[in-house]
């Protein structure tokens, strides 16, 4: 038998066996990847075409801050008395932030803090800030806007 001969033979058993794994595994990272994008991608760092009107400034802790998720805003409060509002569209790919801890608005989707004083990034992967929006605070009622 020949070098050739052999390189002409039938597959193994186990080859074709590694072979259905790889497509298998294929598979499966492509359902994955499609489940995600519909329920948590808007576009990247979107903002309110219109205002939106939000809670109270109240129900937004000093050092923390409170997300709309139905508005996509986030309204913080760095320092007492002083708020900002930020799009709650992450900018990376769009994902809304779900939290507001230590000092950071938390993206999950791939573990994004941006900073709540002026929504920079704390750590990435996201390289671009959340974009501020205008608050206007009027007694209990707060509006944003994009800027
Ligand atoms: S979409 Fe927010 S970190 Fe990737």
């Known amino acids: 038998m020949t070098d050739n001969a052999s390189e002409s033979k039938p597959p193994s058993r186990r080859t074709v066996l590694q072979g259905a794994t790889a497509t298998g595994v294929t ?3 492509g359902v994955t990847a499609t489940s995600c ?9 979107a903002v309110p075409t ?32 002083e708020f900002r509002a930020f799009s709650a569209i992450c900018t990376h790919h ?5 939290k ?27 390289k671009d800030p959340l974009p501020e929006l205008k608050l206007t605070i009027d007694g209990d009622k707060m509006t944003a806007e994009s800027k």
Request: net charge neutral; proline share 11%.
């Open 27 to 29: 598979a499966i990272v």
């Open 37 to 45: 994008a519909p329920t948590t991608h808007y576009t990247p760092g």
């Open 50 to 81: 219109e205002p939106v009107s939000l809670g109270k400034p109240s129900d937004v802790p000093v050092g923390g801050g409170k997300i709309y998720a139905d508005q996509k805003v986030v309204v913080t409060q760095p320092k007492s008395g």
């Open 94 to 98: 769009g994902c809304l932030v779900t």
């Open 100 to 126: 507001v801890k230590k000092g950071a608005i938390h993206c999950p989707c791939h573990d994004t803090d941006f900073d709540i004083a002026d929504g920079s990034v704390k750590h990435g992967p996201a």
